[in-house]
């Protein structure tokens, strides 16, 4: 089965930009999604298919992809933005899994 | 408003069941395809089954083949999840979360409910 894999941990100091990656197989098939988590709450879509942000989610995220390999921006961090975040996409390797999700990163905001 | 709410968690010992349930509201349950994602205490998150909008296609991660069985009632807008021989690995907070098929996203998801094995 595919696996997607992402940094463990990365920080941004307020207000600059920060690029979240994801790497993996599947993604030279499928969009990623990303997912915002913060602690004890479930977790958000931030980003989908090429581009596009749902309703309600600041346009300081964007989503960009490039062979295997797709990132998360967040171009002028806030400190709400200090939470974990996840990629996933559609498994490519055959019937399971249907989906996989990243290993998470964690994101600090100093 | 999307509403997903979960709920049939519990404590339970090795080897026995849960059966969870994720009551939908706020848009046409029937024409989504449903899913449920789980995480473990510290841990990242972890896909574990798909239902289509219309019960056709049912499919699994490898953890849970054999043991779990998804389903759905489109006139309750109503998801299940019928958990069986859980193992101490299966304890984490179960999400259900909604697709349109095709897309290969979760655009919504509820709260979750925590399932503990333990003995």
């Known amino acids: 089965s595919s696996e997607l894999t992402q940094d463990p941990a990365v920080s941004v100091a307020l207000g600059q930009t920060v690029r979240i990656t994801c790497q993996g197989d599947s993604l030279r098939s499928y969009y990623a999604s990303w997912y915002q988590q913060k602690p004890g709450q479930a977790p958000v879509l931030v980003i989908y298919g090429k581009n596009n942000r749902p309703s309600g989610i600041p346009d300081r995220f964007s989503g960009s992809s490039s062979g295997n390999t797709a990132s998360l921006t967040i171009t002028g961090a806030q400190a709400e933005d200090e939470a974990d975040y996840y990629c996933?996409?559609?498994?490519?390797?055959?019937?399971?899994?249907?989906?996989?999700f990243g290993t998470g990163t964690k994101v600090t905001v100093l | 408003e999307v509403q997903l709410v979960e709920s049939g968690g519990g404590l339970v010992k090795p080897g026995g069941s849960l059966r969870l349930s994720c009551a939908a509201s706020?848009?046409?349950?029937?024409?989504?395809?449903m899913n449920w994602v789980r995480q473990a205490p510290g841990k990242g998150l972890e896909w574990v089954s798909s239902?289509?909008?219309?019960?056709?296609?049912?499919y699994y991660a490898d953890s849970v083949k054999g043991r779990f069985t998804i389903s759905r009632d489109n006139a309750k807008s109503s998801l299940y999840l019928q958990m069986n021989s859980l193992r101490a690995e299966d304890t984490a907070v179960y999400y259900c979360?909604?697709?349109?098929?095709?897309?290969?996203?979760?655009?919504?998801w509820g709260q979750g409910t925590l399932a503990a094995v333990s003995s």
């Open positions: 979360a909604r697709d349109l098929a095709g897309l290969y996203y979760f655009d919504h």
């Open positions: 239902i289509s909008s219309g019960s056709t296609y049912m």
């Open positions: 996933n996409s559609r498994d490519s390797s055959g019937n399971h899994p249907l989906y996989v």
């Open positions: 706020g848009f046409t349950f029937s024409n989504y395809s």
